[in-house]
Nanobody, 123 residues
């Protein structure tokens, strides 16, 4: 089955940058969307960014537009989330997701979830 392994999280200060990686295996991903959701303590899970594996169409949450960039390396079956100018409100567990999502932003459209990686931003 599909396996998703996230890495790159950590503890940083406001204004710093991090790059998250998600290595996918176990399926052909050409028809899928891959992306990231996050969940902060005490809050609901929210969409962050996603990318279509074929064509590369992207979608971003308004809160991260201009700061985060999602990309993919098809040969490595890996998706990246470059996070710049991090803010304390970005603190959350970030989850890599894969699915046949047409809307890209809805969690119900993703069948597979990674274990999550913690991002903590201090001020």
């Amino acid at each position: 089955q599909v396996q998703l392994v996230e890495s790159g999280g950590g503890l940083v200060q406001a204004g710093d940058s991090l790059r998250l990686s998600c290595a996918a295996s176990g399926a052909t991903f050409s028809s899928y969307s891959m992306g990231w959701f996050r969940q902060a303590p005490g809050l609901e899970r929210e969409f962050v960014a996603a990318i279509k594996w074929s064509g590369g169409r992207t979608s971003y949450a308004d809160s991260v537009k201009g700061r985060f960039t999602i990309s993919r390396d098809n040969s490595k079956n890996t998706v990246y989330l470059q996070m710049n100018n991090l803010k304390p409100e970005d603190t959350a567990v970030y989850y890599c997701v894969v699915g046949l999502s047409l809307t890209m932003t809805a969690s119900s459209g993703y069948n597979y979830w990674g274990q999550g990686t913690q991002v903590t931003v201090s001020s």
